[in-house]
């Protein structure tokens, strides 16, 4: 069985450049969450997918934030325009039941210059 | 506010001894706290789930217990191996069961 797959897992941009993450979730996982881990602190939630509809959303930063969950497969983590302190490493994870035992991607390490 | 708080020094143990890492809550009782570990450049792997109705739960070296009197987890390797060097994290469910907050980790190194 696939796990959880993020692409791309290195993004190097420049301030005020659109960057575009993608997340593949284990298949039938209607659970789809994304977190970001910025340096030295800890792993931080940003929102919660239940198929496509956005459960919880309360973490997103900003409105420079727009993550999509088409069809309640795959989804998409858009930054736009990205800032500085936007660096760090974007994880996508995966559940079967709400809450309980995430199955975690490798992360995309984002760096915003 | 609900807190979820790890010892952030790292823990230094010798291999073959048991490794104790604490996880504390305030201000809340969590239904259940799960426990994971990260290594470096790698996503978190769930490790265990326990239940504010269990007392203790076991995997192979791994034991979690969960004291709702002490607001305390605590998290044991037995027979530790320099292979279980990593970053574990506690994690608790948040506001409403639908999203997972994870506490800062504690980094454990097991010397040869």
């Known amino acids: 069985e696939a796990g959880v797959t993020q692409f791309p897992s290195h993004s190097v941009i420049e301030k005020g450049q659109t960057v575009t993450l993608r997340c593949d979730p284990i298949s039938g996982h209607d659970n789809l969450y994304w977190y970001r881990r910025v340096m030295g602190k800890e792993i931080k939630f940003l929102l919660h997918f239940v198929k496509e509809s956005k459960q919880d959303e309360s973490g997103m930063p900003n409105n420079r934030f727009l993550a999509e969950r088409t069809g309640g497969t795959y989804s998409t983590l858009k930054v736009q325009p990205a800032e500085l302190e936007d660096s760090g490493v974007y994880f996508c994870?995966?559940?079967?039941?709400?809450?309980?035992?995430?199955?975690f991607g490798s992360g995309t390490q984002l760096s915003v210059l | 506010s609900q807190k979820i708080e790890q010892n952030s020094e790292a823990l230094n143990i010798q291999e073959g001894k048991t490794a104790t890492l604490t996880c504390n809550y305030t201000?809340?009782?969590?239904?259940?706290l799960q426990w994971y570990r990260q290594d470096p450049g790698r996503g978190p792997v769930f490790l265990l789930l326990i239940r504010e109705n269990e007392k203790e739960k076991r995997k192979e070296r791994l034991k979690v217990t969960f004291d709702t009197t002490l607001k305390q987890s605590l998290f044991h390797i037995t027979a530790s191996q320099p292979a279980d060097s990593a970053t574990y994290l506690c994690a608790r469910e948040g506001d409403g069961g639908f999203k997972t907050i994870f506490g800062a980790g504690t980094r454990l190194f097991v010397k040869a």
């Open positions: 201000n809340y009782s969590p239904a259940y």
């Open positions: 994870a995966s559940s079967q039941v709400t809450g309980e035992k995430l199955f």
